[in-house]
């Protein structure tokens, strides 16, 4: 959540100043989305968010079964987590726009569509939670593989893609590619549904509804690490089977991309980078988990308890009180507060403050034990 509300610490703009410099466009290239296929920090931000909620989920379900709470009471709740979840991402997306904006690809809608079909799931055995991820992956694999492809000579234009565009997948890997597959034309029959500024073609950056249905998968993921966490196996189990599975889904997911099965591309939740990502965040959450929980070392993580704890209001704030704060600073300390490190540096420390001002609030909240909860 923090990577997330930094908008890439302004790295970029350092990048673009020091551009022959090789430590920060590396840096650059980990703080902004691959243009299709592949992987970089930045892209593994909302599947960590998304597994998350699945680890997160027994440890839900097993404390409101401890408060006496019936199935029927928990489904209800579900349902309505999963209803302010989408509703809550479309009026982010909305704010600023002349009309709301009905969008389902962000990450809170994602979760939303898929919340209430995790929380049924979270009642069945890891078995069973394991089947059906691997057959939403086959399935959703297939309805890609089975839509015909666009025929010789067609106008990328159409959909927003430039005739020079070097990143086409190439064989049969091209019925994942950007704004001619399955989920694209989904979107071109389904956003058109809802009353619009205008008519929707494509989305610029090849981001779709349906993922959510691969991205429900990888919430599976986080469910049965949730399960493993919750279970009486000894710690040092646990992180083996966290680790294990972690270099399986690198192997696995890499394998799939490599062998053109299926390319590994975030920006339509392709099987392939489910299992990819999967593997990452199942490596990120064992190691955090032994450094806390095996090892103890608990104090270095207070400020990311502080953001956890309150991350549905860290993210509203980051979307709506940005441009707010930054001008006010610049209000009352002059319009060149931000560039005291030099013009370079301007979005970084513009990021560093805005995530400090955002973190005291919520260390203020914190301590009074105030926590927004949908």
Request: proline share 4%; charged share 10%; net charge positive.
């Amino acid at each position: 959540m923090i990577l997330m509300a930094s908008g890439g610490f302004g790295i970029a703009q350092v990048a673009r100043h020091y551009n022959e410099s090789g430590f920060w466009q590396f840096l650059a290239r980990q703080t902004e989305h691959v243009p299709w296929a592949g992987c970089s920090l930045w892209d593994l931000i909302q599947p960590s968010f998304m597994f998350l909620v699945g680890v997160a989920l027994p440890f839900s379900i097993a404390n409101r079964q401890a408060r006496g709470q019936s199935f029927a009471v928990m489904l209800g709740h579900a349902i309505w987590r999963a209803v302010a979840l989408v509703f809550l991402g479309i009026f982010l997306r909305s704010v600023g726009r002349k009309m709301t904006y009905f969008t389902f690809e962000d990450v809170l809608t994602q979760i939303g569509l898929g919340y209430v079909f995790l929380f049924l799931l979270g009642w069945t055995k890891a078995r069973t939670q394991a089947i059906a991820a691997g057959l939403i992956l086959f399935g959703y694999w297939l309805a890609f593989a089975l839509y015909p492809l666009p025929p010789n000579g067609f106008d990328w234009s159409q959909v927003g893609v430039p005739a020079d565009w070097p990143h086409h997948p190439t064989g049969f890997a091209a019925h994942w590619d950007k704004n001619t597959n399955l989920a694209a034309a989904f979107d071109q029959w389904f956003l058109n549904l809802f009353p619009r500024e205008q008519r929707f073609v494509y989305n610029g950056g090849g981001y779709l509804t349906l993922n959510f249905v691969p991205s429900l998968a990888t919430m599976i993921f986080g469910l049965l690490a949730g399960g493993l966490l919750r279970s009486a196996q000894p710690k040092e189990v646990k992180v083996k089977v966290l680790v294990g599975a972690g270099v399986v889904g690198l192997v696995v997911g890499w394998l799939l991309g490599w062998l053109g099965i299926c390319p590994v591309v975030k920006r339509i939740w392709t099987p392939s980078w489910a299992i990819y990502a999967g593997g990452w965040t199942c490596l990120l959450l064992g190691a955090f988990y032994w450094s806390i929980d095996n090892r103890g070392w608990r104090r270095w993580a207070f400020p990311l308890v502080v953001v956890g704890m309150n991350s549905i209001m860290m993210y509203c704030m980051a979307n709506l009180t940005r441009g707010f704060f930054a001008d006010s600073l610049k209000t009352h300390f002059g319009q060149q507060f931000f560039q005291i490190l030099g013009a370079p540096f301007e979005g970084m420390v513009r990021s560093v403050v805005l995530l400090i001002i955002w973190w005291l609030i919520l260390f203020w909240m914190y301590r009074r034990r105030i926590f927004l909860r949908i």
